[in-house]
């Protein structure tokens, strides 16, 4: 297939998805909040590209939900092109993707956090993954959780589950607390074998992460709550930020590479507390 053609699909996939998780969400706040836009651009001077993020604060669902979308192209910085898969002797690059973090109102309900991407060197392939992170133990939930990405994973290969979750277990961990950021998902990078297969599995991920928010949403959106649990809360956050500005390889990329700061950073919380 044309290397034009598959970032056309991966693109228009990712801004659909973007549009479907968002209506997604306003349903969610029965429509009494709305979504603040921005349009960014790469590079002002000349055609880099761009995207655009949402952000929704203080709803009754959620203290705030960012949905980005980006497109952007152009040469990596020299100091960064050893460090990316092919763009070692070629700084030249395509990246398209869509990032969406979660933070609740009600401390029973996990931050979720969903990615997926297509970046294109003089190799191409497609990274992403599912996370949640809970302030709260819930077995059962967590129980819930992988379960549902088992059977999302076994639908393309059997050997995916227990390959990406070792691999999120590893990703999202914080070396200098020396503990996890939450209770896992899936992670995958660098995945480009089959681009038809490999595509497909993508699109599932997304369609997935929208099942898994609205279903553990609707489950514990009316659990009460008190300011102890909410403190938690704001503490695990803590852990969140830490892990974003450290070690997020999405954010470096992002800011490395000529992001929108904005968009970059609206995986940060709100309000966030350290102790």
């Not at 990246?95 to 956090?113: E, F, L, T, Y």
């Not at 102890?228 to 800011?255: A, C, I, P, S, W």
């Amino acid at each position: 297939m044309d290397l034009e053609i598959k970032k056309d699909l991966t693109s228009n996939w990712f801004k659909m998805l973007q549009q479907s998780i968002c209506h997604a969400i306003c349903n969610l706040e029965k429509n009494k909040v709305k979504f603040k836009s921005k349009i960014w651009k790469r590079n002002n001077k000349k055609d880099e590209g761009g995207g655009e993020f949402k952000i929704l604060e203080n709803g009754k669902v959620f203290d705030k939900v960012g949905v980005n979308f980006s497109k952007v192209y152009g040469k990596f910085p020299k100091n960064f092109q050893k460090k990316i898969l092919g763009a070692k002797n070629n700084p030249n690059f395509w990246a398209s993707g869509i990032s969406v973090v979660m933070h609740m109102k009600n401390p029973n309900i996990p931050a979720m956090h969903f990615n997926t991407r297509y970046i294109c060197t003089t190799y191409d392939w497609f990274g992403g993954g599912i996370d949640v992170t809970p302030s709260k133990k819930d077995e059962n939930e967590k129980k819930e959780f992988h379960e549902i990405l088992k059977k999302l994973c076994n639908r393309h290969n059997k050997n995916y589950y227990s390959r990406y979750k070792k691999w999120c277990d590893e990703y999202f961990y914080l070396p200098h607390r020396k503990e996890s950021r939450g209770i896992g998902g899936i992670f995958f990078d660098y995945k480009r074998n089959n681009f038809e297969k490999d595509f497909k599995f993508v699109r599932d991920v997304g369609v997935t992460f929208q099942t898994i928010f609205e279903k553990f949403i609707k489950k514990k959106i009316k659990k009460r709550w008190n300011k102890k649990d909410k403190e938690m809360q704001y503490n695990k956050r803590g852990r969140y930020v830490e892990f974003n500005l450290l070690y997020d390889r999405g954010t470096k990329f992002g800011l490395q590479t000529g992001g929108n700061v904005d968009g970059i950073l609206m995986s940060l919380p709100p309000l966030a507390k350290w102790k």
